[in-house]
């Protein structure tokens, strides 16, 4: 399986704050990594797929972005409802594995 | 809108097969570039692909569950299934059935809200 390695596991930050979340591939993947957001006791929602691209009715203050087998997710101004556990998820290659996900909490 | 629901037994005793229904309303099974699928998520845990089936019933599975992951479709009551056998206790998580977008492992674009199924005597 391709590795997929995630950070930070979890995050302080407060409202309006720029927050940044990473996921580094063990090898190239071209740009097919997604993000998901998943609040508690509810299923993930995507946010960006293909890397850079954002899903439709997504708010965007969130992006995505690629330098070689580094991901970023941002999120530019961080509103309240913004604090869950966010994943990424590699698409290049069967199984499709997921990073093991940041919890961004309040500060 | 498209919803999807899960149904199936949330108690499943060791070495037994799991079974699970979803079904799909507000959109049809039946669509090109879309395949229908499965992820789970033991507690505290990562996701994890399970599986997915195309509604002309091609199938691709996670190599790691490939031995013991079967998915049927029913286009005619627009619902899929999963069934996994000899259960253990790694097997509980909440399983989501998904929309995967493009090819089976995809992204996945939507969700049920998901199912606990506990692996126990």
């Known amino acids: 399986d391709i590795q997929v390695t995630q950070s930070p596991s979890s995050l302080s930050a407060s409202v309006g704050d720029r927050v940044t979340i990473t996921c580094r591939t063990g090898q190239s993947i071209s740009t097919y990594l997604n993000w998901y957001q998943q609040k508690p006791g509810k299923a993930p929602k995507v946010l960006i797929y293909?890397?850079?691209n954002l899903e439709s009715g997504v708010p965007s203050r969130f992006s995505g972005s690629r330098s070689g087998t580094d991901f970023t997710l941002t999120i530019s101004s961080l509103q309240a409802e913004d604090f869950a556990t966010y994943y990424c998820q590699q698409t290049y290659r069967t199984p499709g594995t997921f990073g093991q996900g940041t919890r961004l909490e309040n500060k | 809108q498209l919803q999807l629901q899960e149904s199936g037994p949330g108690l499943v005793k060791p070495s037994d097969t799991l079974s699970l229904t979803c079904s799909v309303s507000?959109?049809?099974?039946?669509?090109?570039?879309?395949?229908w699928g499965w992820v789970r998520q033991p507690p505290g845990r990562t996701l994890e692909w399970i599986g997915s089936?195309?509604?002309?019933?091609?199938?691709d599975y996670s190599p790691s569950l490939q031995s013991r992951v079967t998915t049927f479709v029913d286009t005619s009551k627009n619902r899929f299934s999963l069934k996994l056998s000899s259960v253990t206790a790694a097997d509980t998580a909440v399983y989501y059935c998904?929309?995967?977008?493009?090819?089976?492992?995809?992204?996945?674009?939507?969700w049920g809200q998901g199912t606990l199924v506990t692996v126990s005597s």
């Open positions: 089936i195309y509604y002309s019933g091609s199938t």
């Open positions: 293909g890397a850079a």
């Open positions: 507000g959109a049809s099974i039946s669509i090109n570039n879309y395949y």
């Open positions: 998904v929309r995967s977008r493009g090819y089976s492992y995809g992204y996945f674009d939507s």
